[in-house]
């Protein structure tokens, strides 16, 4: 069972917009900055989000982040199918003193 | 262009010691702010962060596998290493090694190798 809590899957349509979710506590989210992943099937992580709400270079605009209070979300304009796979929030534990990721979310983009 | 290519013998047998290597280049181990390690995800399942090395060689590890994880580096050959004692059937999955941005504990990781499956069997 993970640290942080995501939903397992979420589904919509081409061109519209998504929302994940990444619940956490106090320790993790609440007093720490968060981090985001996508997975394509077969292939290693890439980073989407740092600092909450920061993009790295290359990543489009419509991958945004924000964070309020022990959740974050990443939210996702005009989507893609090259936008399906999976979805990690990561962060760190002041607690454990370590990297926790959430159970990661599946998106499908119908 | 950053580059992080992991290596090893990915055949494990219970018990024995499995023995990673991760090659760097694009940057180097010493740079502050720098911290590479490693993370791994079981088939099917989830990332679970194992341990980072810092560019002053402070070292951080995972709290469950603490007692049987080694990191180590060669700043001369920019590799780091991942020595894990006693291995088990559940540590099979993919291992990852990733570069953090280390500017702070839980700084994003901002480069993944590509991965290698590892295989706990008899």
């Known amino acids: 069972q993970s640290v942080l809590t995501q939903p397992p899957s979420v589904s919509a349509a081409p061109g519209q917009k998504v929302t994940l979710s990444c619940s956490g506590s106090?320790?993790?989210?609440?007093?720490?900055?968060v981090s985001w992943y996508h997975q394509l099937p077969g292939a290693a992580p890439k980073l989407l989000i740092y600092?909450?709400?920061k993009r790295p270079s290359g990543i489009n605009s419509r991958f945004s982040g924000s964070k309020s209070g022990t959740s974050a979300t990443l939210a996702i304009t005009g989507l893609q199918t090259g936008d399906e796979g999976d979805y990690y929030c990561?962060?760190?534990?002041?607690?454990?003193?370590?990297?926790?990721f959430g159970g990661g979310t599946r998106l499908t983009v119908l | 262009q950053i580059t992080l290519k992991e290596s090893g013998l990915t055949l494990v047998r219970p018990t024995q010691t499995l023995t990673l290597t991760c090659t760097c280049s694009?940057?180097?181990?010493?740079?502050?702010?720098?911290?590479v390690g490693w993370v791994r995800q079981p088939p099917g399942k989830a990332l679970e962060w194992l341990g980072l090395?810092?560019?002053?060689?402070?070292?951080n590890y995972g709290p469950s596998l603490s007692n049987r994880l080694t990191l180590t580096r060669d700043t001369s050959k920019n590799q780091v290493v991942l020595v894990m004692t006693n291995m088990d059937p559940v540590d099979t999955g993919t291992y990852y090694c990733?570069?953090?941005?280390?500017?702070?504990?839980?700084?994003?990781?901002?480069?993944w190798g590509q991965g290698t499956l590892v295989t706990v069997s008899s």
């Open positions: 990733v570069k953090a941005r280390g500017n702070f504990n839980g700084d994003a990781f901002d480069k």
């Open positions: 694009g940057f180097s181990l010493t740079t502050t702010p720098v911290a």
């Open positions: 090395i810092y560019w002053n060689d402070e070292k």
């Open positions: 106090t320790s993790t989210i609440g007093e720490n900055y």
């Open positions: 600092d909450n709400e």
């Open positions: 990561g962060t760190w534990d002041s607690s454990l003193r370590a990297v926790v």
